[in-house]
């Protein structure tokens, strides 16, 4: 089974950018959709974006326009460019692979990676 490693975290002010990568432990040219989750603190994990293996890609309505997500095969990597960051978007991130029409997670999770947004 693949597993994943997220790093790319930290803390950055309103209005600010980070970027997001997601290291396979294997190939994911054969996952259809891989996706990034986030879990706020006192909050259950939510989706935030997937990136399915045709190059189609699908954003929760709270981070359309602002996070764009991307996938490179030949690296086995997935990154999360977040853009224009908001306090309400501080939670640990998390990448899995993903049900590409239930957007429920496959696999198991790895540690995420923190993001705190505050002034």
């Known amino acids: 089974q693949v597993q994943f490693v997220e790093s790319g975290g930290g803390w950055v002010q309103p209005g600010g950018s980070l970027r997001l990568s997601c290291a396979a432990s294997?190939?994911?040219?054969?996952?259809?959709?891989m996706g990034w989750y986030r879990q706020a603190p006192g909050k259950e994990r939510e989706w935030v974006a997937v990136a399915m293996a045709g190059g189609t890609t699908n954003y929760a309505d709270s981070v359309k326009g602002r996070f764009t997500i991307s996938r490179d095969n030949a690296k086995n990597t997935m990154y999360l460019q977040m853009n224009i960051l908001k306090p309400e978007d501080t939670a640990v991130y998390y990448c899995?692979?993903?049900?590409?029409?239930?957007?429920?997670?496959?696999?198991?999770w790895g540690r995420g990676t923190q993001v705190t947004v505050s002034s």
């Open positions: 294997g190939s994911i040219r054969s996952i259809y959709a």
């Open positions: 899995n692979a993903q049900n590409p029409f239930t957007r429920a997670p496959i696999g198991s």
